[in-house]
């Protein structure tokens, strides 16, 4: 098969379409003949020598994927799947390939309503905003969800997600054109953060009170202002890097607001933690996809075997939703 290979760590240039070996499913696996993939801000990061594949993953990048079933693994009969199945899958690597083995629990079906390369764009941001926004920081109806990064894939989904449960939406964005596309899914309080500071602009629109639940990708850079920025019991999700990784953290006013900070990442979970993750998404997202009230937002797609083009897409920042990869 091909995939996307990363020789050497560098810059797009650095992601060659290669013919490597056909994966071959473990106990537990399926193999998945891929139809298309999605680029996530993880790839580029392994791109560059920073975010290597856990143990025992594909070395090729690509976090998620969706297409057909090919072959069952060992200890995979009576899992549900069968060779045909249209599917998309979370993976810890290996979605820029034109195969991937997945386990099982990490498989979910093609939404109704979703076309099969659109299903690609699903699995890691629906993943990731459920299991962090309501898994962990337990969003609530009439609460407030602050989303860094709106008009990304995680924040197009969250702010469909939170809407969905009777929440509060502010969204941060750079520009009017991103945060107009923000309030067509749904925000309510749109801050453009080149002109506004988030927290002053929270607070006006809040009463004072600020956000009951932050979902933030930058990190450092706002660890101080995130904190300023929750409301009383409000908890800040780390689920990204963007402004760096250290920060000062002022545990006085965590304290005096009863708040909380958590960090995560998908990628190096246990597949039990992952499998639950999926299994929740299937039961509670799902049926909002096929309802047409949650979609997914796909701004472009490359072929594959131009994904140098697709990461020079994704740095430059203007996109809204998700980048995918075909292999048409």
């Given at each position: ?87 998309c899958a979370l993976l810890s690597g290996g979605g820029y390939a034109e195969k991937v ?91 453009d953060y080149r002109e506004q500071d988030f927290v002053d602009e929270l607070k006006k ?52 607001k009863r708040a909380a900070i958590t960090a995560t990442s998908l990628r190096g979970r ?59």
């Amino acid at each position: 098969m091909y995939a996307i290979t990363i020789p050497e760590p560098g810059g797009p240039e650095a992601l060659v379409w290669d013919d490597v070996p056909d994966p071959v499913p473990a106990e537990g696996e399926v193999l998945v003949d891929v139809v298309a993939s999605a680029v996530n801000r993880a790839d580029l990061l392994q791109r560059q020598g920073f975010y290597n594949p856990p143990p025992g993953a594909s070395p090729y990048p690509g976090l998620e994927c969706a297409g057909r079933v090919v072959a069952l693994g060992p200890g995979t009969e009576g899992s549900g799947w069968s060779v045909g199945d249209e599917v998309c899958a979370l993976l810890s690597g290996g979605g820029y390939a034109e195969k991937v083995a997945v386990p099982v629990g990490q498989l979910l079906p093609v939404p109704d309503g979703v076309d099969l390369v659109t299903a690609a764009g699903l699995p890691e941001v629906t993943c990731t905003v459920w299991s962090n926004v309501f898994m962990i920081a337990h969003l609530r109806p009439g609460e407030t969800l602050l989303a860094h990064g709106g008009a990304s894939g995680i924040g197009t989904m969250a702010i469909q997600l939170a809407k969905s449960v009777g929440a509060r939406v502010a969204v941060t964005a750079g520009g009017p054109e991103k945060l107009a596309r923000c309030a067509e899914l749904g925000a309510d309080i749109l801050i453009d953060y080149r002109e506004q500071d988030f927290v002053d602009e929270l607070k006006k629109a809040t009463d004072g009170a600020g956000a009951d639940v932050i979902l933030d990708i930058v990190g450092a850079k706002y660890l101080d202002r995130n904190v300023k920025a929750l409301a009383v019991n409000g908890r800040l999700a780390v689920i990204g890097m963007q402004g760096g990784v250290k920060g000062e953290l002022n545990l006085g006013a965590l304290l005096v607001k009863r708040a909380a900070i958590t960090a995560t990442s998908l990628r190096g979970r246990p597949l039990g933690e992952k499998a639950s993750i999926v299994a929740a998404v299937r039961e509670h997202v799902w049926p909002l996809i096929g309802a047409g009230q949650v979609r997914p937002i796909v701004d472009r797609t490359f072929p594959m075997s131009d994904a140098a083009q697709a990461h020079r897409a994704l740095e430059a920042g203007d996109h809204i939703g998700k980048i995918l990869l075909t292999r048409g």
